[in-house]
């Protein structure tokens, strides 16, 4: 059985259960990569479209979301290392461990053209889960 | 606090936009299969840009899933998180040191077949 098609079906969810799949996050989501299109996989995010990444990546939450539902806040991060020459577009964040797997993918706030060899930053921002509406 | 969870595709927890995802199969050292969201070219409308449609990043003015600007009207790429997902088949190249995209298939079973006519 599918569960989220069961919790589909719920009127109400505990605060826990919607902190479930951030904390997953917050645990396992340790790599950040800077794509130059959006990923719509594991291997696309790490290589088939990085130009970059920052592994160790930290975060702060799970916590109310405004203006509803929960979130969890990935820490600024400084020191990344640029490994390609392109436009960065997307960010994405993955479970680089033996059973890799892609987490979350989203457009960065402003496209940035970067060259291999260098260094990014990237400020704090949230991954979040709305409530329904 | 009473919470609904949003339906967000078969396979993925919408999280606002991103996705959960998951299963990569390695074929030797060179191939891989993974599965995920189709991505697909359309052209820009109201229609397509709900919420309900389309995911949340996809607006007016934001970057569609290949990096260019979504303008109403003109074509845009984007993932379809919402519908069936499929197979994407990958080739490592040793020149580019990175894995290229060498197919796509709807279901795993062609996939690994595709897969296995690149080793050649």
Redesign the interface.
Known sequence: MNLMNFLLDLVYMNDLLYDLPLQEIETSGTRLDICSAEPATYTEATSTYTLGNKTGITYTGPADRTPNGRKTTVDAISGGTVTGTGTATHWAISKPTATTALYATKTLASSQAVTSGNTFTLTAFDIGIPDAT | ???????GGRRA?K????????E?IEIGTIL?I??????KTATATPELLDDKVTAS?YKIG??????SPIILGEKMTY?DYYGLWVW?I?KYDDEDC????GGVETTKELALIAAHLLED
């Open positions: 606090m009473v919470r609904q969870l949003r339906q927890a999280i606002e936009g991103e996705t959960m995802k998951r990569l891989r993974e599965n995920g969201p189709a991505r990043h934001s970057n569609d899933a290949m990096g993932l994407y990958y990175r894995w290229l995209l």
